[in-house]
């Protein structure tokens, strides 16, 4: 069995019936470049940027300490894209700035948190588009927000985006003028909109780990309510949908890169509902890989319909053993 994983990684992620799945790896730290390097040619999905932000620091990194760890990891990856997701500072990922005035924030996770607080505070915000666009000239890089919960909130960054884009130009330095701009569909209000955020944008990704806190109202990180942490819920199922046919309706690709996307349990399920791109942890690659060759998408739809429909967990469970029954 590990052999055959660790060869599967080679192969392309195309299923039974010959439909070709996008297979791309999550990094957030520079001990995962090594990793990547060691693949064949593979995507990143998402960079998690935070990492950069949160190791004990006098202050954030500017915008030349970023674009040489952006330019790092295009290096790495040789001539694959490069996701990279502005910071997510806030709500579980704590940082100095969580506070106010000495208080912390009564509930982070809604509150100051991601694009919040990058739009409460556009200074260093601007800095790390600035560095994204500037490594944009070295490689293919694509430029993904965090938790947008209101279109008001895209417009603003899209703006932001435009006048660094400005700048960059009159000072005379180079970037991707055509540099994809999409944004993580992770908050309930946003998944519901999706196609709205789909036309004005070139991607999305599912965020499945928040998604599911804030559709079930369990906190990520609280072990008192851990089991009733849901994927298969219904509402949660129902919103992965919604936002693959906002984004088939609009034209543009949804990918998933929260860790139901790394789940090969779940892996049957999401290409039965219609998804078409996984972004997952580098260990979980060949796995994913794996499940992916010995599918058939267009039998997966039905049992996929069913299992959305089934009210009751027992019977959702019994249905997901049922999907995956010949898989070893
Ligand atoms: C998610 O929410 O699913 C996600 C991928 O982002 P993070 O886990 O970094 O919040
Ligand atoms: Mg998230």
Redesign the pocket.
């Known amino acids: 069995r590990r052999a055959t994983l660790a060869k599967s990684v080679l192969l392309p992620g195309i299923t039974l019936d010959r439909h070709v799945i996008s297979l791309q790896a999550n990094i957030e730290l520079d001990a995962d470049l090594a990793a990547l390097r060691r693949l064949g040619p593979t995507a990143v999905g998402l960079y998690r940027t935070e990492f950069l932000f949160i190791n004990p620091k006098a202050s954030p990194p500017g915008e030349e300490e970023q674009l040489r760890a952006y330019r790092k990891a295009l290096r790495a990856l040789r001539g694959s894209a490069l996701t990279i997701r502005t910071y997510?500072l806030g709500g579980d990922k704590l940082f100095d700035g969580d506070m106010r005035d000495g208080q912390i924030s009564p509930n982070p996770a809604l509150g100051l948190r991601a694009v919040r607080l990058s739009l409460r505070e556009p200074a260093p915000f601007a800095a790390q588009i600035r560095a994204i666009l500037r490594a944009s000239a070295q490689g293919p890089v694509r430029l993904m927000l965090?938790?947008l919960t209101d279109l008001s909130e895209l417009d603003q960054c899209l703006a932001l985006i435009a006048e660094q884009r400005e700048a960059l130009r009159r000072a005379g330095r180079p970037f991707d003028p055509d540099l994809p701009i999409g944004a993580?569909i992770?908050v309930p209000a946003a998944a519901l909109t999706a196609e709205a955020f789909a036309r004005r944008l070139d991607f999305l990704s599912i965020?499945t780990?928040?998604l599911i806190q804030y559709t079930l109202a369990i906190d990520r990180t609280d072990e008192m309510v851990n089991h009733l942490y849901d994927p298969l819920h219904p509402a949660v199922l129902q919103l992965i949908r919604l936002t693959l046919e906002g984004g088939a309706r609009a034209g543009i690709p949804v990918a998933m890169c929260g860790e139901m996307a790394g789940d090969a349990r779940y892996t049957r399920l999401l290409l039965g509902l219609g998804l078409r791109e996984f972004s997952v942890p580098i260990n979980r690659l060949a796995e994913i890989r794996h499940v992916i060759r010995n599918s058939d998408c267009g039998a997966l739809s039905q049992p996929a319909d069913a299992l959305l429909a089934t009210p009751d967990r027992a019977e959702r469970l019994r249905r997901l053993q049922e999907i995956n029954r010949d898989l070893d």
């Open positions: 997510d965090p938790m993580m992770e965020g780990n928040d």
